[in-house]
């Protein structure tokens, strides 16, 4: 029997780090008023995080990616505009470059209190922020099949997104330090592999019966089913400063399960490799972004990452063409040319360091650069901060 075509819709999750305008640190008790001007305005598509310090939007379910951009530019320029009230501003960076999560409180909700509880100081050092992406496959069975398929080209989309090379105020050495912060929970990492929606469903049930999990949603994994939606919810994204760098990832990612599905349609599969090397390319994006290649598995070789690049667009090319976001997914030329908001981080505390700018002073350029690149929105004044005096400060 044929599967039926996926929807193939999108929606998009993006969390914020709420930065003082003043110290450019983060604030750690932002007013409950922000939060319900902010609920009130745009309708049930915002919603606290773990940390109070942290915000998320999310679009409602979109026809293409184009609609999904348009609906993050006025999530984001909502936000932007309210925190502003506030004397805050919204970042979209997966770490704060000098903050220090003892300082951060989490939200005062019963599932907060749960998680703090459950998973008490591993949580407490959650002071992350990630970009998920929701593409609808309404098929149970084949979302499972592409469950097992789709987790090769997650390195690629991780590597064309980091923006967490700061910790603490420590330059890492790592392009995507927030995964480092996030595997330090259970039930994260690369999916496992089901045969069926039956044996996920009896593994779910399962965990639920021992008391392990209250529901799916504890699952963290880089890409899983959700909970909520008949979607595959990519998860193991950096969140992107620039809104164009994030709808290139989305675009790419629903092409690829596109492509997965014309696979399937036509009795083929993408070829298995065991998550032990699935994993080493994930390292390999963590650590260096773009710049040092991935392994090629079926040449068993280190490759450039601009050559592994060209070769998907190649493979998804009829996908592109399909969504009509070709585009949005050629963007992705951009970030490699341009460089990642890590890699943009980076040069900006080393440009303020040379001038013989203090520690903290370039530390502060790197978060007002990305108050400036997480605002910079097609129709709407790029806000400017008052500049910190003096390049000792």
């Not at 929970?185 to 929606?197: D, E, Q, V």
């Amino acid at each position: 029997m044929a599967i039926p075509e996926p929807s193939f819709s999108v929606g998009i999750e993006e969390e914020y780090l709420l930065v003082d305008k003043e110290t450019r640190d983060l604030a750690p008790e932002p007013p409950e008023a922000l939060l319900a001007k902010a609920e009130k305005a745009l309708r049930g598509q915002v919603s606290p995080e773990f940390l109070r310090s942290q915000i998320e939007v999310g679009t409602r379910v979109c026809r293409s990616v184009q609609e999904a951009r348009d609906q993050l530019v006025e999530l984001r320029s909502t936000v932007g505009s309210i925190a502003d009230e506030f004397g805050l501003a919204p970042i979209a960076a997966s770490t704060h470059p000098f903050a220090h999560w003892e300082s951060q409180q989490h939200t005062n909700k019963e599932r907060y209190h749960l998680l703090a509880h459950d998973l008490q100081h591993v949580v407490r050092r959650l002071v992350i922020c990630g970009m998920h992406v929701h593409v609808g496959i309404e098929d149970d069975d084949l979302r499972i099949d592409l469950l097992g398929q789709a987790p090769y080209f997650l390195p690629h989309l991780l590597a064309l997104s980091t923006s967490s090379p700061f910790w603490q105020g420590t330059q890492t050495g790592l392009k995507s330090y927030r995964l480092s912060v996030f595997d330090e929970l259970p039930r994260t990492g690369i999916p496992h592999n089901f045969s069926s929606y039956s044996e996920y469903e009896r593994t779910i049930e399962l965990m639920v019966s021992a008391g392990l999990i209250e529901d799916a949603t504890k699952i963290w994994w880089d890409m899983r089913p959700s909970a909520r939606f008949p979607t595959l919810e990519m998860r193991v994204t950096d969140v992107c400063p620039l809104i164009e760098d994030a709808i290139a990832i989305a675009a790419l990612y629903q092409c690829i399960l596109r492509f997965l599905y014309r696979l399937r349609r036509q009795n083929q599969r993408w070829r298995h490799y065991p998550p032990f090397l699935i994993r080493e390319n994930r390292w390999r994006a963590q650590r260096y972004g773009i710049e040092e290649g991935m392994v090629d598995f079926g040449k068993g070789a280190m490759v450039p990452f601009s050559h592994l690049l060209e070769e998907l667009f190649d493979l998804l090319a009829e996908d592109a063409a399909y969504f009509g976001c070709a585009a949005e997914v050629a963007h992705a030329r951009t970030i490699l040319r341009r460089g990642t908001s890590a890699d943009r981080q980076l040069a900006r505390y080393e440009a303020v360091k040379a001038l013989g700018g203090s520690e903290h002073a370039a530390l502060v350029a790197v978060v007002d650069e990305l108050v400036e690149e997480t605002m910079t929105l097609p129709g709407t004044t790029t806000p400017q901060l008052e500049p910190k005096v003096g390049t000792g400060s």
